[in-house]
C-alpha cells in the first residue's frame, strides 16, 4: 500500500521532481516542502473527523446548573505542519456566565494558538538558546513563523508547569510521608552541590544546583540535575527527593562532595548523613593559594613555594601536619597577614574529617566537584548566563525547569501533563 501512495505522490509531483531532480539538495527540500502540505492538509481533514468536544446539548457547570451547547466554533492552530483550523463544541452556562470548550481543555490547548508539538519545539529549541534565535530556528527547520515573544510567553507557561510539577512532587512527599521509589541501584552514587549566579532585573542572585551522577554495570555513567532559586532548607528537600529516586537508599556507598559552604554542610547533616562528606580539593586548594597570596603577594616564588608545601601536605592526608604548621606560623605575622593564616586554620580545622585524600584516593572516590561545577556550567551559564541576558525570576525560573527536564530525560513525561492547558 506504501509502494501505491508514493507512486501516486510521484506522479502528482511529477513535473516539480523533473525541475530538480539533478540536484540531491534540491530534491530534498521539494520533498518536505509537499510533505508539508500533505501532512497540513490531511490533520486539517482529520482533526475536524470527529465531534471535537460535542457531549449532548447540555453538561454540568461546576456552579450546579447546565451548560448548553450553543454551536461549534473555529480556532486557528499553528502546527508543525502550518497552520489549520479546527472545529470545536461551545458550551455557555446561562446561570453564572461560564463557558467551555471541552475539546480544548482534553487536547491539551492552551491560550496560545500553537499545537502542543509546535510549542514543544518551540521550548526544546529556547531551553538551549535565546528567544530570538528559538524563532529563527523553527523558521528554518519548520518553515514556520512564531515570533520570539511568543516563544517566550510559552517557555514561561510550559517551565512554570514544570516546575508545579516538582512541587506537587515535594508537597506530596510532605503529605504522605511516601519516600519515592527508586529507579536506579547503583554501587556508588555521587551528590554533589554547589551555587552560581544569575543576573536578574533587581540584581544578581544565586541559583543552586545540585548534580547526582553514578556508573552502571558497563561503566556509563548517569547524571541527574537539581536546580532551584530556593533557600538551602528547600533546596535540600528537593535535593533529597531526587537523591532517592536515583537510589540514595539502595546505594552501596554514596559521597557528597562540596565546598564546605555552611548550606551545603547543613544540607549533608539534614538529609545525607549516611554519606562519605569530601571537600572539594580545587576549593580547599583554593584557600591554601589564597593565604598564600595573602602571606608573599600574588605571583611571586614565595607564595608558590609556600602554598605547595601545604598543598603536598593535603594531598598525602596530612592536615594534623598543616594545622601544626599554621600554629607556628601565627607567631610570624601581624595584622592582614595574620587574619589570612587565622581563617585558613579555622577552614583546615573545621573540614579536618573531610579532607582525608589520601583514604578517598584509597577507596577509588572521585575527590573533585567537577561534575557540579559542570553543571553550574552547562545547566546555568550556557543558558543563563550569555551576555547581556538580565531575568526575571519567573523567566529564569521557567528555563531553568525546562533544561533540566530536558538533562534529566523527562522532557516527554512533561508534555504528557499538557502543560499548555495548566
Keep these: 500500500m506504501n509502494d501505491q501512495i508514493i507512486e501516486q505522490l510521484e506522479q502528482t509531483f511529477k513535473h516539480d521532481f523533473e525541475l530538480v531532480s539533478h540536484n540531491f539538495a534540491n530534491l530534498e527540500r521539494v520533498v518536505k516542502e509537499k510533505m508539508q502540505l500533505l501532512g497540513q492538509g490531511l490533520l486539517q481533514r482529520m482533526v475536524n473527523l470527529k465531534p471535537n468536544g460535542y457531549q449532548g446539548s447540555s453538561i454540568a457547570c461546576k456552579c450546579g446548573c447546565s451548560m448548553k451547547f450553543i454551536q461549534h466554533r473555529s480556532r486557528d492552530i499553528q502546527t508543525t505542519f502550518g497552520w489549520i483550523r479546527i472545529k470545536r463544541a461551545y458550551y455557555y452556562c ?33 531551553a538551549d538558546d535565546s528567544f530570538q534565535q528559538a524563532s529563527k530556528k523553527i523558521e528554518h527547520l519548520l518553515g514556520q513563523t512564531v515570533c520570539d515573544d511568543t516563544i517566550s510567553d510559552v517557555v514561561h507557561c510550559v517551565g512554570a508547569s514544570a516546575l508545579q510539577e516538582q512541587q506537587n512532587l515535594l508537597d506530596d512527599f510532605v503529605k504522605n510521608r511516601q519516600i519515592p521509589q527508586a529507579e536506579y541501584r547503583p554501587k556508588r552514587l555521587y551528590i554533589c552541590p554547589d551555587g552560581t549566579t544569575v543576573h536578574e532585573k533587581d540584581g544578581w542572585h544565586e541559583t543552586k544546583m545540585g548534580c547526582i551522577y553514578w556508573e552502571d554495570e558497563k561503566y556509563q555513567t548517569h547524571r541527574r540535575y537539581v536546580g532551584r532559586f530556593n533557600n538551602s532548607d528547600v533546596f535540600g528537600n ?13 546505594a552501596g556507598e554514596v559521597i557528597y562532595i562540596g565546598d564546605g559552604a555552611a548550606w551545603i554542610r547543613s544540607i549533608h547533616d539534614e538529609h545525607f548523613k549516611r554519606a562519605t562528606f569530601i571537600i572539594d580539593l580545587f576549593h580547599a586548594s583554593e584557600h591554601i593559594w589564597g593565604c598564600g597570596k595573602s602571606l608573599f603577594g600574588e605571583g611571586t616564588d614565595a607564595a608558590k613555594r609556600w602554598a605547595e608545601k601545604l598543598l603536598n601536605l593535603l594531598w598525602d592526608g596530612w592536615t594534623r601536619k598543616l594545622l601544626k604548621f599554621l600554629e607556628k606560623q601565627r607567631v610570624k605575622y601581624r595584622g592582614e597577614k595574620l587574619d589570612a593564616i587565622e581563617t585558613l586554620y579555622r577552614y583546615i580545622r573545621v573540614n579536618e574529617e573531610q579532607m582525608r585524600y589520601d583514604v578517598f584516593r584509597d577507596k577509588g572516590y572521585d575527590i573533585g566537584s567537577g561534575a557540579v561545577e559542570g553543571a553550574c556550567k552547562h545547566v546555568v551559564g550556557k543558558r ?17 525547569a525546562l533544561r533540566i527536564s530536558w538533562l534529566n530525560g523527562e522532557w516527554n513525561k512533561l508534555w504528557t501533563t499538557k502543560p499548555l492547558a495548566a
Design 384 to 400: 543563563l548566563k550569555q551576555s547581556g541576558m538580565i531575568w526575571t525570576r519567573a523567566g529564569s525560573s521557567a528555563v531553568l
Design 94 to 126: 446561562p446561570d453564572c456566565g461560564a463557558s467551555l470548550f471541552p475539546y480544548d481543555e482534553a487536547s491539551g490547548l492552551g491560550s496560545f494558538n500553537l499545537s502542543a508539538a509546535m510549542a514543544d519545539a518551540c521550548c526544546l529549541i529556547a
Design 238 to 250: 528537593y535535593l533529597w527527593l531526587e537523591a532517592c529516586r536515583c537510589g540514595f537508599r539502595e
